[in-house]
Structures are given as structure tokens and as C-alpha cells.
Nanobody, 123 residues
Framework: QLQASGGGLVQAGGSLRLSCAASGFTFDDYAIGWFRQAPGKEREGVSCISNSKYYADSVEGRFTISSDNAKNTVYLQMNSLKPEDTAVYYC?????????????????????WGQGTLVTVSS
């Protein structure tokens, strides 16, 4: 199971840190991705951590993904938030190593999904 948390309401320019806690498996064997879905839009890849870290162009330089294997938790630090970052954020796991960027940020790569956490950025 994957449990995402940390969403909330923040003003533009602010920061939030999302957490994705896993139970029943260890991150060592999986790529963990963050995705988001805004109202009326398709779900899109934001970031992924496996052997490397991957970021969508829209968040590069503002978001940072990290993991704490001892806690089986992956974090997404989101800085300089913009209103267009408003979405439900999901974490997901895929048993894949050395993914390409397309695979790392691709929805269809992932087998296991957590529930979403809502991030709202006000202007």
C-alpha cells in the first residue's frame, strides 16, 4: 500500500512537502513516482526516484524528490509553488530499474497507486 500525505492550501511562492509511505514492500526494488491531476486534465508525471531522479520540465528546479529507505518513505519538496501546480497529487510504484524519462514519468508504467492528496495554490 502507498499512503500520500502533506497536501494543503498554500499561497503562490510558498512550499509544501508531500510524503509517500509504503507498506508491504520495500522501495529498493521499485521506482516511486509522483503524479498530479488537475480538474479537467489528464494525470501527468511530476517526478520519479529510482536509481536516478527524474522531473517534469514544469517542476524542474522547484521540486525535489528524495527517499528515506529506513522509513520506506519518499518525499516531494515543492518550492516556489504556482497556481498551476494546483492538483491532486498521487504517488505510485513500479517494479522497474533504470527507467527512461518517459517511463519514469509515464502513468502506464506504474502498477500500484496511493490515494491522492490535494494541493491548492492560491494566487
Amino acid at each position: 500500500q502507498l499512503q500520500a500525505s502533506g497536501g494543503g492550501l498554500v499561497q503562490a511562492g510558498g512550499s509544501l512537502r508531500l510524503s509517500c509511505a509504503a507498506s508491504g514492500f520495500t522501495f529498493d526494488d521499485y521506482a516511486i513516482g509522483w503524479f498530479r491531476q488537475a480538474p479537467g486534465k489528464e494525470r501527468e508525471g511530476v517526478s520519479c526516484i529510482s536509481n536516478s531522479k527524474y522531473y517534469a520540465d514544469s517542476v524542474e528546479g522547484r521540486f525535489t524528490i528524495s527517499s528515506d529507505n529506513a522509513k520506506n518513505t519518499v518525499y516531494l519538496q515543492m518550492n516556489s509553488l504556482k497556481p498551476e501546480d494546483t492538483a491532486v497529487y498521487y504517488c505510485a510504484a513500479a517494479r522497474i530499474t533504470l527507467p527512461t524519462t518517459a517511463q519514469a514519468l509515464g502513468v502506464t508504467t506504474y502498477d500500484y497507486w496511493g490515494q491522492g492528496t490535494l494541493v491548492t495554490v492560491s494566487s
